[in-house]
């Protein structure tokens, strides 16, 4: 069975999943009604942008030596964006939806929370593809990952209480 997906691919997902997660993180920012999660959700908006930044950088040495063809420069870097925003894990549309109900910092929480749990479980079914030497990037990302979702569930406990 041939790939349907290069590793340079699944690289530009991530690229993408990180700035909807960055994006996603300051816009919540600015609705939060707790100091402590304003300042989480800001960290947590620069966290994305420097994976955003590891990802590009991993896509930059995957593209060098295998750049996929194009009928106009960006064309495929296009695809890949409106794939991702309506097909892997933060779906634009069905995000948009879902975001009309954060008007909180609880409802903020708890997208944040899902969404880090997501990022996850793609990250980790992709390693594979990724080529070996750039394993442990990808581990790297998915240990921050998973401290996002910690952090946030903790805090989301301190808000209860």
Do not use: W
């Amino acid at each position: 069975m041939t790939a349907v997906f290069s590793a340079s691919d699944i690289v530009q997902f991530a690229v993408r999943i990180e700035e909807n997660g960055a994006e996603f993180y300051r816009k919540t920012a600015k609705i939060s009604d707790d100091r402590d999660a304003t300042a989480l959700f800001s960290r947590l908006a620069a966290d994305e942008d420097r994976h955003r930044r590891t990802f590009q950088t991993m896509l930059a040495e995957i593209e060098a030596v295998h750049a996929p063809p194009e009928s106009f420069p960006g064309e495929y870097e296009a695809y890949l964006h409106s794939y991702v925003d309506n097909n892997v894990v933060f779906n634009k549309a069905a995000l948009d939806r879902e975001l009309e109900a954060v008007n909180d910092t609880s409802s903020a929480l708890e997208f944040a929370i899902r969404r880090e749990v997501d990022s996850i479980a793609f990250y980790n079914e992709v390693k594979p593809i990724i080529p070996e030497r750039q394993q442990s990037i990808v581990d790297t990302i998915i240990a921050e990952e998973r401290s996002h979702f910690t952090t946030l569930c903790d805090l989301k406990k301190q808000l209860k209480k």
